[in-house]
Protein backbone atom coordinates (compact mmCIF):
# COMPACT_ATOMS: atom_id res chain seq x y z
CA UNK A 1 0.00 0.00 0.00
CA UNK A 2 1.13 3.33 -1.17
CA UNK A 3 1.88 6.04 2.32
CA UNK A 4 0.84 9.25 2.28
CA UNK A 5 3.88 11.07 3.78
CA UNK A 6 3.24 13.77 5.94
CA UNK A 7 5.96 16.63 6.24
CA UNK A 8 6.86 15.71 9.62
CA UNK A 9 7.57 12.19 8.53
CA UNK A 10 9.93 13.12 6.05
CA UNK A 11 12.86 10.73 7.26
CA UNK A 12 10.20 8.24 6.09
CA UNK A 13 10.10 8.76 2.82
CA UNK A 14 14.09 9.62 2.58
CA UNK A 15 14.02 5.77 3.89
CA UNK A 16 12.39 4.62 1.37
CA UNK A 17 14.07 6.46 -1.33
CA UNK A 18 17.15 5.02 0.67
CA UNK A 19 16.13 1.72 -0.29
CA UNK A 20 15.20 1.76 -3.57
CA UNK A 21 11.85 2.31 -3.52
CA UNK A 22 9.65 5.35 -5.06
CA UNK A 23 8.07 8.15 -3.67
CA UNK A 24 6.37 10.98 -5.30
CA UNK A 25 7.00 14.12 -4.17
CA UNK A 26 5.53 17.62 -4.72
CA UNK A 27 6.67 20.88 -6.53
CA UNK A 28 5.79 24.18 -7.36
CA UNK A 29 5.34 22.62 -11.10
CA UNK A 30 4.02 19.14 -10.47
CA UNK A 31 4.64 16.55 -8.84
CA UNK A 32 7.19 14.57 -9.45
CA UNK A 33 7.99 10.41 -9.32
CA UNK A 34 11.08 10.51 -7.23
CA UNK A 35 13.76 7.50 -7.23
CA UNK A 36 17.49 8.06 -5.41
CA UNK A 37 19.35 9.26 -8.77
CA UNK A 38 22.49 6.63 -7.84
CA UNK A 39 20.84 3.59 -7.61
CA UNK A 40 20.35 2.48 -11.39
CA UNK A 41 17.54 0.08 -10.44
CA UNK A 42 15.36 2.44 -8.74
CA UNK A 43 15.95 4.84 -11.59
CA UNK A 44 14.86 1.84 -13.73
CA UNK A 45 11.97 1.13 -11.57
CA UNK A 46 10.65 4.73 -12.54
CA UNK A 47 10.48 4.08 -16.16
CA UNK A 48 8.75 0.80 -15.76
CA UNK A 49 6.17 1.99 -13.52
CA UNK A 50 5.35 5.27 -15.57
CA UNK A 51 5.55 2.92 -19.12
CA UNK A 52 8.36 5.73 -20.22
CA UNK A 53 10.74 5.32 -22.99
CA UNK A 54 14.11 4.81 -21.79
CA UNK A 55 15.92 7.27 -23.82
CA UNK A 56 13.79 10.07 -22.72
CA UNK A 57 16.31 11.79 -19.95
CA UNK A 58 15.40 12.47 -16.09
CA UNK A 59 15.85 16.21 -14.49
CA UNK A 60 17.96 15.62 -11.31
CA UNK A 61 16.60 17.26 -8.47
CA UNK A 62 19.04 19.28 -5.55
CA UNK A 63 18.22 20.41 -1.99
CA UNK A 64 20.75 23.79 -2.34
CA UNK A 65 21.79 25.87 -5.51
CA UNK A 66 25.31 25.05 -5.10
CA UNK A 67 25.12 21.47 -5.52
CA UNK A 68 24.69 22.06 -9.18
CA UNK A 69 28.75 22.22 -9.29
CA UNK A 70 29.34 19.24 -6.97
CA UNK A 71 27.31 17.19 -10.24
CA UNK A 72 28.87 19.11 -13.72
CA UNK A 73 32.05 19.12 -15.15
CA UNK A 74 32.85 23.32 -13.94
CA UNK A 75 35.76 23.88 -16.43
CA UNK A 76 33.91 26.71 -18.17
CA UNK A 77 34.51 30.23 -16.30
CA UNK A 78 31.80 31.82 -18.34
CA UNK A 79 29.00 29.25 -18.20
CA UNK A 80 29.82 29.31 -14.06
CA UNK A 81 29.33 32.76 -14.17
CA UNK A 82 26.05 32.03 -16.05
CA UNK A 83 24.80 29.41 -14.03
CA UNK A 84 25.76 31.42 -10.97
CA UNK A 85 23.01 34.70 -12.82
CA UNK A 86 20.67 32.40 -13.38
CA UNK A 87 19.98 30.67 -10.26
CA UNK A 88 20.28 33.28 -8.16
CA UNK A 89 17.34 35.12 -10.00
CA UNK A 90 15.38 31.96 -10.65
CA UNK A 91 16.35 29.05 -8.04
CA UNK A 92 14.23 27.96 -6.47
CA UNK A 93 11.94 27.81 -8.89
CA UNK A 94 10.65 26.32 -12.29
CA UNK A 95 13.92 26.37 -14.66
CA UNK A 96 15.88 23.28 -15.22
CA UNK A 97 19.71 23.56 -16.35
CA UNK A 98 21.23 21.01 -19.05
CA UNK A 99 24.79 21.21 -18.33
CA UNK A 100 27.83 18.53 -18.78
CA UNK A 101 27.58 15.95 -16.55
CA UNK A 102 30.64 14.74 -14.19
CA UNK A 103 31.47 11.01 -15.69
CA UNK A 104 30.49 8.48 -13.06
CA UNK A 105 28.23 10.78 -11.24
CA UNK A 106 24.86 9.52 -12.55
CA UNK A 107 24.40 5.82 -14.09
CA UNK A 108 23.50 6.55 -17.56
CA UNK A 109 19.49 5.45 -17.30
CA UNK A 110 19.40 8.91 -15.51
CA UNK A 111 21.27 10.75 -18.50
CA UNK A 112 19.37 8.56 -21.29
CA UNK A 113 23.11 7.65 -21.93
CA UNK A 114 24.02 11.56 -23.41
CA UNK A 115 27.07 13.03 -21.62
CA UNK A 116 24.87 15.73 -19.96
CA UNK A 117 22.02 15.92 -17.65
CA UNK A 118 19.32 17.97 -16.51
CA UNK A 119 19.46 19.34 -13.05
CA UNK A 120 16.87 21.52 -11.37
CA UNK A 121 15.96 23.16 -7.65
CA UNK A 122 12.41 22.97 -6.68
CA UNK A 123 10.29 25.63 -4.57
CA UNK A 124 9.32 23.02 -1.92
CA UNK A 125 11.13 23.38 1.02
CA UNK A 126 9.36 20.37 2.32
CA UNK A 127 10.27 18.22 -1.05
CA UNK A 128 14.32 19.97 -0.34
CA UNK A 129 14.29 18.70 2.88
CA UNK A 130 13.40 14.95 1.79
CA UNK A 131 16.31 15.36 -1.03
CA UNK A 132 18.42 16.38 2.05
CA UNK A 133 17.37 13.67 4.38
CA UNK A 134 17.85 11.14 1.09
CA UNK A 135 21.49 12.53 1.43
CA UNK A 136 21.82 12.10 -2.73
CA UNK A 137 19.32 13.75 -5.93
CA UNK A 138 16.54 12.59 -6.68
CA UNK A 139 15.36 12.02 -10.17
CA UNK A 140 11.63 13.56 -10.67
CA UNK A 141 9.66 13.11 -13.81
CA UNK A 142 5.95 13.71 -13.31
CA UNK A 143 4.31 11.27 -11.32
CA UNK A 144 1.52 9.80 -13.95
CA UNK A 145 1.38 7.19 -16.00
CA UNK A 146 3.42 8.41 -18.97
CA UNK A 147 1.49 10.12 -22.42
CA UNK A 148 -1.32 11.00 -19.03
CA UNK A 149 -1.60 14.11 -17.91
CA UNK A 150 0.49 15.57 -15.22
CA UNK A 151 -0.53 15.48 -11.60
CA UNK A 152 -1.02 18.82 -9.80
CA UNK A 153 -2.45 16.75 -6.65
CA UNK A 154 -2.27 14.51 -4.52
CA UNK A 155 -5.70 12.56 -5.56
CA UNK A 156 -3.27 12.27 -9.31
CA UNK A 157 -0.77 10.74 -7.93
CA UNK A 158 -2.82 8.22 -6.03
CA UNK A 159 -4.91 7.41 -8.81
CA UNK A 160 -2.34 6.12 -11.40
CA UNK A 161 0.08 4.62 -8.85
CA UNK A 162 -1.82 3.92 -5.42
CA UNK A 163 -0.41 0.31 -4.48
CA UNK A 164 2.41 0.55 -6.64
CA UNK A 165 5.25 3.02 -4.98
CA UNK A 166 6.26 3.45 -2.02
CA UNK A 167 4.82 6.46 -1.01
CA UNK A 168 4.15 9.72 -1.78
CA UNK A 169 4.52 13.31 0.29
CA UNK A 170 1.16 15.20 1.12
CA UNK A 171 0.80 18.69 0.03
CA UNK A 172 -1.50 21.42 -1.52
CA UNK A 173 -1.99 21.49 -5.32
CA UNK A 174 0.91 22.50 -7.10
CA UNK A 175 0.59 26.19 -7.96
CA UNK A 176 1.82 26.37 -11.49
CA UNK A 177 0.62 23.41 -12.70
CA UNK A 178 3.22 22.83 -15.65
CA UNK A 179 6.68 21.79 -15.74
CA UNK A 180 9.63 23.70 -15.65
CA UNK A 181 10.99 25.55 -18.49
CA UNK A 182 14.69 22.98 -19.44
CA UNK A 183 17.29 25.81 -20.48
CA UNK A 184 20.22 23.64 -22.47
CA UNK A 185 23.82 25.21 -21.59
CA UNK A 186 25.89 23.41 -23.47
CA UNK A 187 24.78 24.52 -27.10
CA UNK A 188 27.56 26.68 -28.96
CA UNK A 189 25.08 28.86 -30.52
CA UNK A 190 24.08 30.13 -27.57
CA UNK A 191 21.40 29.34 -24.80
CA UNK A 192 18.55 27.13 -26.15
CA UNK A 193 14.99 26.44 -24.37
CA UNK A 194 14.42 22.76 -25.28
CA UNK A 195 11.06 22.95 -23.32
CA UNK A 196 8.88 26.24 -22.77
CA UNK A 197 7.46 26.36 -19.01
CA UNK A 198 6.59 29.51 -16.43
CA UNK A 199 10.26 31.09 -16.84
CA UNK A 200 9.88 32.59 -20.55
CA UNK A 201 12.57 33.76 -22.88
CA UNK A 202 12.01 37.54 -22.13
CA UNK A 203 12.27 36.71 -18.14
CA UNK A 204 16.09 34.86 -19.25
CA UNK A 205 17.16 37.97 -21.41
CA UNK A 206 16.59 40.63 -18.89
CA UNK A 207 19.52 38.67 -17.11
CA UNK A 208 21.54 36.90 -19.60
CA UNK A 209 22.50 39.89 -21.96
CA UNK A 210 24.77 39.54 -24.58
CA UNK A 211 23.67 35.69 -25.50
CA UNK A 212 21.58 34.74 -27.89
CA UNK A 213 18.34 32.99 -26.78
CA UNK A 214 16.95 29.76 -28.83
CA UNK A 215 13.15 27.96 -28.74
CA UNK A 216 14.32 24.87 -29.62
CA UNK A 217 12.32 22.27 -31.65
CA UNK A 218 9.51 20.28 -30.16
CA UNK A 219 11.22 16.86 -30.75
CA UNK A 220 14.52 15.67 -31.70
CA UNK A 221 16.49 16.35 -34.75
CA UNK A 222 15.51 12.54 -35.78
CA UNK A 223 13.96 9.33 -35.05
CA UNK A 224 17.27 7.89 -33.83
CA UNK A 225 18.12 10.68 -31.54
CA UNK A 226 17.90 10.57 -27.42
CA UNK A 227 16.15 13.71 -26.20
CA UNK A 228 18.14 16.18 -24.53
CA UNK A 229 14.94 17.02 -22.40
CA UNK A 230 11.91 15.33 -21.30
CA UNK A 231 9.05 16.20 -23.42
CA UNK A 232 11.01 16.79 -27.20
CA UNK A 233 10.36 13.47 -28.53
CA UNK A 234 7.21 11.76 -27.18
CA UNK A 235 3.54 12.27 -27.36
CA UNK A 236 2.77 13.43 -23.31
CA UNK A 237 -0.06 14.61 -21.86
CA UNK A 238 -3.32 12.82 -23.39
CA UNK A 239 -6.57 11.72 -21.86
CA UNK A 240 -8.46 8.52 -23.08
CA UNK A 241 -10.69 10.47 -25.18
CA UNK A 242 -9.34 12.63 -28.06
CA UNK A 243 -8.43 16.43 -27.36
CA UNK A 244 -9.39 19.48 -29.56
CA UNK A 245 -7.36 22.49 -29.28
CA UNK A 246 -9.63 25.84 -30.66
CA UNK A 247 -9.41 29.33 -30.22
CA UNK A 248 -12.11 31.55 -28.75
CA UNK A 249 -13.26 32.36 -32.19
CA UNK A 250 -13.41 29.32 -33.30
CA UNK A 251 -15.59 27.83 -30.56
CA UNK A 252 -18.90 28.68 -31.12
CA UNK A 253 -18.64 26.48 -34.88
CA UNK A 254 -16.73 23.96 -33.63
CA UNK A 255 -19.32 23.10 -30.65
CA UNK A 256 -22.08 23.58 -32.87
CA UNK A 257 -20.84 21.05 -35.60
CA UNK A 258 -20.05 18.53 -32.49
CA UNK A 259 -23.55 18.90 -31.35
CA UNK A 260 -24.74 18.19 -34.81
CA UNK A 261 -23.01 14.91 -34.91
CA UNK A 262 -24.71 14.21 -31.61
CA UNK A 263 -21.35 14.12 -29.81
CA UNK A 264 -20.89 14.30 -26.14
CA UNK A 265 -18.30 17.23 -25.41
CA UNK A 266 -16.79 18.17 -22.28
CA UNK A 267 -14.99 21.85 -22.54
CA UNK A 268 -12.13 23.50 -20.75
CA UNK A 269 -12.55 27.61 -21.33
CA UNK A 270 -11.80 30.67 -19.69
CA UNK A 271 -13.93 32.06 -17.88
CA UNK A 272 -15.31 34.19 -20.34
CA UNK A 273 -16.65 31.79 -21.97
CA UNK A 274 -18.03 29.70 -19.37
CA UNK A 275 -21.22 31.21 -19.42
CA UNK A 276 -21.85 30.92 -22.88
CA UNK A 277 -21.11 27.56 -23.21
CA UNK A 278 -22.06 26.06 -20.00
CA UNK A 279 -25.41 24.66 -21.63
CA UNK A 280 -24.25 23.52 -24.68
CA UNK A 281 -22.10 20.58 -23.62
CA UNK A 282 -22.26 17.63 -21.28
CA UNK A 283 -19.85 18.89 -19.01
CA UNK A 284 -17.64 22.37 -18.48
CA UNK A 285 -14.97 23.50 -16.19
CA UNK A 286 -13.73 26.99 -16.30
CA UNK A 287 -9.81 27.77 -16.52
CA UNK A 288 -10.37 30.75 -14.43
CA UNK A 289 -9.55 34.55 -15.33
CA UNK A 290 -5.88 34.77 -16.62
CA UNK A 291 -3.08 32.54 -18.28
CA UNK A 292 -1.55 31.46 -14.78
CA UNK A 293 -4.72 30.07 -13.66
CA UNK A 294 -5.41 28.34 -17.20
CA UNK A 295 -1.97 26.86 -16.80
CA UNK A 296 -2.11 25.90 -13.43
CA UNK A 297 -5.59 24.29 -14.23
CA UNK A 298 -5.23 22.60 -17.51
CA UNK A 299 -3.69 19.48 -16.61
CA UNK A 300 -6.28 18.59 -13.14
CA UNK A 301 -9.40 19.85 -16.34
CA UNK A 302 -7.90 16.87 -18.28
CA UNK A 303 -7.50 14.29 -15.70
CA UNK A 304 -11.39 15.40 -14.64
CA UNK A 305 -12.71 14.41 -17.93
CA UNK A 306 -10.61 11.31 -18.71
CA UNK A 307 -12.91 9.78 -15.50
CA UNK A 308 -16.01 10.57 -17.12
CA UNK A 309 -16.90 7.46 -18.92
CA UNK A 310 -20.11 9.25 -20.94
CA UNK A 311 -17.72 12.09 -22.58
CA UNK A 312 -16.94 11.28 -26.18
CA UNK A 313 -14.78 14.60 -27.44
CA UNK A 314 -12.78 16.74 -25.25
CA UNK A 315 -12.49 20.55 -25.99
CA UNK A 316 -9.83 23.30 -24.66
CA UNK A 317 -9.71 26.51 -25.45
CA UNK A 318 -6.87 27.29 -27.06
CA UNK A 319 -5.29 30.71 -25.84
CA UNK A 320 -3.11 33.23 -28.71
CA UNK A 321 0.18 32.33 -29.72
CA UNK A 322 2.24 34.90 -27.65
CA UNK A 323 5.24 33.96 -25.04
CA UNK A 324 3.31 34.43 -22.23
CA UNK A 325 0.82 31.70 -23.21
CA UNK A 326 3.46 29.43 -24.92
CA UNK A 327 3.74 26.81 -22.20
CA UNK A 328 0.34 26.73 -22.04
CA UNK A 329 0.16 26.38 -25.93
CA UNK A 330 3.30 23.81 -26.02
CA UNK A 331 1.11 21.57 -23.32
CA UNK A 332 -2.57 21.89 -24.57
CA UNK A 333 -1.35 20.86 -28.41
CA UNK A 334 0.42 18.01 -27.40
CA UNK A 335 -2.08 16.54 -25.70
CA UNK A 336 -4.53 17.60 -28.84
CA UNK A 337 -5.49 15.14 -31.79
CA UNK A 338 -6.94 18.22 -33.73
CA UNK A 339 -6.04 22.06 -33.28
CA UNK A 340 -8.13 24.63 -34.88
CA UNK A 341 -7.28 28.24 -34.61
Known sequence: ????????????????????????????????????????????????????????????????????????????PERH?????????????????????????????V?????????????????????????????????????????????????????????????EPTRIGVESTVLDLTDSRGLIILRPGYITKTMLAEVVTG?????????????????????MKYVHYSPNQPVMAVSSDKMSNVLANLSSQSIKVALATSENNFEKYK????????????IETATQQLFAALRTFDDQENIQQIVVELYPDTEKNGAYRNRLIKASSTVVE
Open 211 to 231: MPIYIGGTIANNADEAPKAPG
Open 279 to 290: TSVASIVSLGPT
Open 111 to 171: TGGMDTVGIRLPDHETTRDLIRATGFPIVGPSANISGKPSPTQVAHVMHDFDGVIGGVVNA
Open 1 to 76: MTKIIQASEIDEGAALLQDGQLVAFPTETVFGLGAIANNADAVKSVYTVKGRPSDNPLIVHIADPEDIFDYMIDND
Open 81 to 109: DLIEKLTTQFWPGPLTLVVPVKPDTFPSV
